[in-house]
């Protein structure tokens, strides 16, 4: 995914309200920004730290400029904006990137399934294959003080764990369930659930697996210029 025109950067002043953001500019001048990310952004929005935003040509935008990456005291880069996860996912399908996700006639997005009026964010489908259901969660904590390891969730997700409980029963009922990690962090090489921020979420994403549903951890590659999924990185327990 490339950003046209390239990104712009500036100073992070605080972020507030969950989608607002304060910047200083180069110039030294102020400015809000939007911020697409409603998660608690542990490690990812330090003020002081050296932001990206990308501006939007919409005229109806009250806020015409969004939060994309952050680059942190020890030099990570973070996506932070929420909604590039599922866009990523796509083009990595799409491309060939993540191999075990080949071979479908067919891919739609936003699609309404299972028993919690839920919306899966990629379902995939084949004439000779079963429907491929495919949960995509973006991962950006980093454990500073264990390298390399990345957790999810940053914060307790009744959410995530219902779309746990969807997935479980397509896995249940034949067809294919896939938790898609896309790993947003530069700092992070391998992911783990986060037992000790939600443990119910750790316990279903267990119970998910062992009925089948499959986990998948891909890493982007990142600059102001594109975001790309590149690499497949470790999961585990």
Known sequence: MKFEPPLESATLIKRYKRFLTDITLPDGSERTIHCANTGAMTGCATPGNKVWYSTSDNPKRKYPNSWELTETAQGHQICINTARANQ?????????????LQDYDQLQTEVKYGKENSRIDILLNSETEPKCYIEVKSVTLLDEDNQGQGYFPDAVTTRGQKHLRELT????????AVLLFTVLHSGIEKVSPALHIDAKY??????????????LCYKAELSNNEIKLTEAIGFSH
């Open 88 to 100: 990523l996912a796509v083009e990595a399908i799409e491309s060939g990137v993540i191999k075990e």
């Open 169 to 176: 029963e397509m896995a249940q009922n034949g067809s294919r």
């Open 202 to 215: 750790s316990q279903l994403l267990k119970y998910a697996q062992e009925q089948g549903v499959e986990v």
